[in-house]
């Protein structure tokens, strides 16, 4: 349990200090180049992926309450998670869920700034706990289909 922890710990310290700092660096919001396909912007997330059910007032205290129980469950899960894999996509996922319900909790909206695109096409800004659930939920699914039933 101690390895899913520590991953849950780096990722909420590297999403929480990376927010920070955008959140300092792009007062005023502003665009900076960084690649052709590749900006960072200040965005505010009041939904969930892809901005859904933002347009709702109770979204943000809502999608806490659900981080919480998901947070909670993953957990536990971490508790009898017996292979390694498990355990790192598990650190993964509740590390960048308590990143983003702190982000929640503080601003009422999500921090994101990380901007690929190609053209005139943008993927929506996401960030470092995004990232980190994402890598985690696709590990999830390699373990789940991947590894030998006598393994998990």
């Known amino acids: 349990m101690r390895r899913g922890l ?39 997330n009041r939904g969930v992926s892809f901005s859904m059910f933002a347009g709702h007032d109770d979204a943000p205290l809502l999608l806490s309450g659900v981080a919480v129980v998901l947070v909670a469950a993953l957990l536990w899960w971490l508790r009898s998670a017996e292979h390694a894999l498990t355990r790192v996509a598990i650190g993964l996922v509740v590390g960048g869920a308590v990143g983003n319900l702190i982000d929640r909790l503080r601003y009422g909206a999500v921090v994101d700034f990380l901007d690929v695109h190609w053209g005139g096409w943008h993927w929506p800004a996401f960030n470092v706990a995004d990232s980190a659930i ?17 393994s998990r």
């Open 134 to 150: 994402t890598v985690g939920a696709l590990l999830l699914m390699c373990d789940a289909l991947f590894s030998r039933p006598q």
């Open 6 to 44: 520590l991953i849950a710990a780096a990722v909420l310290i590297l999403d929480q200090v990376s927010k920070l700092a955008i959140l300092d660096l792009m007062q005023p919001p502003r665009t900076i180049e960084v690649l052709p396909v590749f900006n960072i912007v200040l965005a505010f």
